[in-house]
């Protein structure tokens, strides 16, 4: 395929862009072999390069083990660069983690702040687990 010949010629040359659409093109079999593992190398490539959708696709592939181990610290690593640059479905994801005790011990509090945060910046699924919370919460009276 072209294109993956021609983000290759980029990605080598260290195109955080290029890297980033050559994890995609693994990650869903777009013109190459479905291949998990090549993904996760590529998407580290451009994450490390600051490209705020590859870090969290990065953590969505440890969450789930994709591509290799499952960890949810590795996960929660990459959301939270991914969350340092605004990006609101990292927020929502480590807000997941805080309330369900996925790599971290629960902790609705931290949630909270993550969902709050994610819905800040629009986030809709945020903003229904923030109501949801605030109805498991005890209330401060």
Do not use: C
């Not at 490390?48 to 181990?69: F, P």
């Not at 629960?106 to 945020?126: L, V």
């Amino acid at each position: 395929m072209k294109a993956m010949a021609w983000f290759e010629k980029a990605a080598v040359r260290n195109n955080a862009y290029a890297q980033h659409n050559i994890a995609h093109m693994y990650q869903n079999g777009l013109g190459v072999t479905q291949d998990y593992v090549k993904a996760r190398e590529w998407y580290e490539k451009a994450a490390v390069n600051g490209i705020a959708k590859s870090q969290y696709e990065l953590g969505r592939m440890y969450a789930e083990g994709s591509g290799g181990k499952q960890d949810y610290l590795k996960a929660a690593e990459w959301y939270r660069k991914a969350a340092d640059n605004d990006y609101a479905d990292a927020e929502y994801q480590i807000g997941l983690m805080y309330r369900f005790g996925l790599g971290f011990t629960q902790d609705d509090g931290k949630a909270a702040e993550w969902f709050r945060r994610s819905a800040d910046h629009g986030h809709n699924a945020a903003k229904i687990q923030l109501k949801k919370l605030s109805a498991d919460l005890p209330s401060a009276n």
